[in-house]
Nanobody, 124 residues
Framework: QVQVVESGGELVQAGGSLRLSCVASGRILTVNDMAWYRQAPGKQRELVAAISSEDSTKYSDSAKGRFTISRDNAKKTVYLQMNNLKSQDTGVYSC??????????????????WGQGTQVTVSS
């Protein structure tokens, strides 16, 4: 009932920038926290940045000062602006959305939704 789709990942040189987007769609009533996670090859998925419905943000130590998370509530979209990219930023970036939605029976529930991810590769 809720779909989450990321975009914007690509191959970029070290020092470059990328902007990732994540759109949530479906029978959504409310979007709460939204977050970006990264899974590097051979490593566990880790939180990169998160933003609350009140626009409170938090970042991983590696993202602070280089990445900016923002959201457009009307579009149910979260962005991740990544600057000064480094080779260690390489990985699959996935979006996580905490949303209240209705199913086909009009039952309302709250759940966490994940997208398929978008690949970011930073060449040194």
């Amino acid at each position: 009932q809720v779909q989450v789709v990321e975009s914007g990942g690509e191959l970029v040189q070290a020092g470059g920038s990328l902007r990732l987007s994540c759109v949530a769609s479906g029978r959504i009533l409310t979007v709460n926290d939204m977050a970006w996670y990264r899974q590097a090859p051979g490593k566990q998925r880790e939180l990169v940045a998160a933003i609350s419905s009140e626009d409170s943000t938090k970042y991983s130590d590696s993202a602070k000062g280089r990445f900016t998370i923002s959201r457009d509530n009307a579009k149910k979209t979260v962005y991740l602006q990544m600057n000064n990219l480094k080779s260690q930023d390489t990985g699959v970036y996935s979006c996580n959305v905490d949303a209240v939605a209705a199913d086909d029976t009009n039952t309302i529930f709250r759940d966490l939704y994940w997208g398929q991810g978008t690949q970011v590769t930073v060449s040194s």
